[in-house]
């Protein structure tokens, strides 16, 4: 079983609908996630970290956490065609350096 | 403030050739990433560091690969004889503690013929 597991893409989706992406991690001792977007040709870019059970916004986006079913999903709500990107899960254990990435689900938000 | 700034953004060269690739994490933190990306294998952890000091090195590929850390704002990985394997996009990260957000710098793209 990989790490990190993200729902396998392309995602398409129409512009001003909402993007569903999921992330299942293995590691239960896992405390912070973060949800990186990274844009063809360019370097990931951190879009939402969350810390505790339950829905954290920002903005159009909304992040998901359960700990006990360790599952984290990030919701594009109105999604735009500038938020065509691959998305990266990626959880951390509070005791390490290093994150965890998961292999990326990419989304195309269609016009 | 300037993010992680990495020289060079590309990099073309032959087999067997050295390669160096350069980092400036943020000023302040104190850990530094050097990931390889790829279609094939995604994103993968090279090496890290925190204070300076190495901490991991499991991630590197083979011994032609190395990476140092002389003081708090540069990073160097480099790769020695180069092959046409390495070919990918290397990102430097840099994280203010353990547990922190990683922010990444833009890349170098390394092309090896």
């Known amino acids: 079983q990989k790490e990190v597991e993200q729902n396998s893409g392309p995602l398409s989706v129409p512009e001003g609908a909402i993007a569903s992406l999921n992330c299942t991690y293995s590691d239960r001792v896992s405390q912070s996630f973060f949800w990186y977007r990274q844009y063809s040709g360019k370097s990931p870019e951190l879009i939402m970290s969350?810390?505790?059970?339950g829905d954290k916004e920002d903005g159009r986006f909304t992040a998901q956490l359960n700990k006990a079913s360790q599952y984290v999903s990030l919701l594009i709500r109105d999604s735009q065609p500038s938020d065509s990107a691959t998305y990266l899960c990626?959880?951390?254990?509070?005791?390490?350096?290093?994150?965890?990435f998961g292999a990326g689900t990419t989304v195309t938000v269609r016009a | 403030d300037a993010g992680v700034i990495q020289s060079p953004r590309h990099e073309v060269t032959e087999m067997g050739q050295e390669v160096t690739l350069r980092c400036k994490p943020i000023?302040?933190?104190?850990?530094l990433f050097w990931y390889r990306q790829t279609m094939m294998r995604g994103l993968e952890l090279l090496i890290y560091?925190?204070?300076?000091?190495?901490?991991?090195d499991s991630g590197m590929p083979e011994d032609r690969f190395s990476a140092k850390m002389p003081n708090a704002s540069f990073s160097t990985l480099k790769i020695q004889p180069s092959e046409p394997r390495d070919s990918a996009v290397y990102f430097c990260a840099s994280s203010l503690a353990k547990g922190f957000e990683q922010f990444f710098g833009p890349g170098t793209r390394l092309t090896v013929l």
């Open positions: 000023s302040g933190h104190n850990s």
């Open positions: 560091f925190n204070n300076n000091v190495p901490i991991d």
């Open positions: 969350i810390y505790s059970n």
């Open positions: 990626a959880p951390h254990r509070s005791n390490d350096y290093k994150l965890s």
